[in-house]
């Protein structure tokens, strides 16, 4: 009775911790060779995660727990900051950023939606390149299921397309060397210097914007904005992203309630 009741005990003490911190997490690693700064972007109406900015050097990693209430919101990676975080070179886009100086917000997203802890309902994440890339990026579950697996987006800069049609080349490029990769629609409607500043309801923008006032996902997905060369390179490197609005090949990728999650950028 003794023995037994410490084993009780014993494994109590192994379990409770695992319970009490349930709370689930995303841990990002940096396995880029310089450093790179993660901000959670959370929805304006929800919960907000901590810290709010996050240096990351090479090499290391870092766990941003989630709130057993649910979180839902985006991550990007930011390159070349100040050591407040700021004014970074690469991903200074809304809201990292004053307006006058904003980057395009071309950049590699992870998005998230983790309902409340427990009650049944699916956590989803999914990859956005719809407005451009920056680095490349994975996501690995802790359990897989069906369309939870892990997701490899190699997306390179090397193969940015430098002839889009009428748009030409769509790497930005920062002190010589290409920093982001802008998707046709950011090229079009971005003002100077990075794009044309177009109206994205006007000639070939009406495509590549697929703005839903404007144009039905049908006539969007039959179009020339579901067939650029940007479209066809982010479906080859990136398999389950979004590379424009309503892509078929994009995919949600739907966990269950209690996973975890790695992310490791530059892969
Ligand atoms: C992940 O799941 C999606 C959706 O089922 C599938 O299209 C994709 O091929 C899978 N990826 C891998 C690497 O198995
Ligand atoms: C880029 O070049 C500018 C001007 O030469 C310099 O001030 C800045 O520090 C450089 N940025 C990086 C990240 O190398
Ligand atoms: C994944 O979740 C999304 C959003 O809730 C939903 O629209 C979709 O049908 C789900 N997919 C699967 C395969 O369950």
Not at 114 to 140: C, D, H, R, W
Request: include cysteine; charged fraction near 20%.
């Amino acid at each position: 009775m003794q023995i037994r009741s410490s084993i009780f005990v014993a494994a109590l003490a192994i379990i409770v911790p695992s319970f009490v911190d349930g709370a689930r997490q995303i841990k990002f690693t940096n396995k880029c060779d310089k450093s790179i700064w993660i901000s959670p972007l959370s929805h304006p109406f929800g919960l907000q995660l901590t810290p709010d900015t996050k240096k990351l050097e090479n090499g290391k990693d870092f766990s941003y727990q989630i709130p057993d209430e649910g979180w839902t919101g985006k991550f990007w990676p930011r390159i070349g900051c100040d050591e407040k975080g700021d004014n970074c070179q690469v991903g200074s886009s809304v809201p990292f950023c004053s307006l006058k100086k904003c980057d395009p917000s071309a950049d590699t997203k992870v998005l998230f939606h983790f309902p409340q802890i427990n009650n049944g309902k699916e956590v989803i994440y999914y990859l956005n390149l719809m407005e451009g890339y920056t680095i490349s990026a994975e996501v690995v579950p802790s359990r897989t299921s069906a369309t939870c697996n892990k997701t490899r987006c190699a997306v390179s800069l090397d193969s940015c397309p430098k002839a889009e049609g009428t748009l030409g080349d769509l790497r930005v490029t920062k002190n010589g060397s290409a920093v982001m990769c802008l998707a046709p629609i950011l090229k079009w409607s971005h003002p100077l210097p990075f794009g044309f500043g177009r109206n994205a309801e006007e000639g070939d923008g009406k495509w590549y914007s697929c703005l839903p006032q404007v144009v039905s996902p049908e006539e969007c997905r039959n179009n020339i904005g579901a067939k650029t060369e940007y479209v066809k390179q982010v479906h080859r490197d990136c398999p389950t992203g979004f590379a424009y609005s309503h892509d078929d090949e994009g995919q949600f990728h739907n966990c269950s309630n209690d996973v975890n999650f790695e992310v490791n950028f530059c892969i």
